[in-house]
Nanobody
Framework: QVQLVESGGGLVQPGGSLRLSCAAS????????MAWYRQAPGKQRELVAI???????NYGDSVKGRFTISRDNAKMTVYLQMDSLKPEDTAVYYC???????????????WGQGTQVTVSS
């Protein structure tokens, strides 16, 4: 009922930048929160950044000051600007949207397919 399509991953050298995008489509009435998570091999999925409906943001400690989350409500799209990338940022990055569906569809909690980010020289 809600589809999320991510783009923007790839290979970048340490100190470089990447911008991820995640666009939603479907029977969405409202979005309460948009977030980015990541999962490195052998590790648990962790929160990278989140932006809630009022515009407040929160970041994981390891990315504060380097990553910026933003959104375009009209396009139902969330972005993650990643600067000063480090090898330890290497992971699969997933977007996550939570909100409510149109009609009597109730709430939704949807995930993107994941996009690989590799930071290496």
């Amino acid at each position: 009922q809600v589809q999320l399509v991510e783009s923007g991953g790839g290979l970048v050298q340490p100190g470089g930048s990447l911008r991820l995008s995640c666009a939603a489509s479907g029977r969405i009435r409202s979005i309460n929160a948009m977030a980015w998570y990541r999962q490195a091999p052998g590790k648990q999925r962790e929160l990278v950044a989140i932006i809630i409906s009022g515009g407040s943001t929160n970041y994981g400690d390891s990315v504060k000051g380097r990553f910026t989350i933003s959104r375009d409500n009209a396009k139902m799209t969330v972005y993650l600007q990643m600067d000063s990338l480090k090898p330890e940022d290497t992971a699969v990055y997933y977007c996550n949207f939570r909100g409510y569906l149109t009609g009597i569809g109730g709430s939704f909690n949807s995930w993107g397919q994941g996009t690989q980010v590799t930071v290496s020289s």
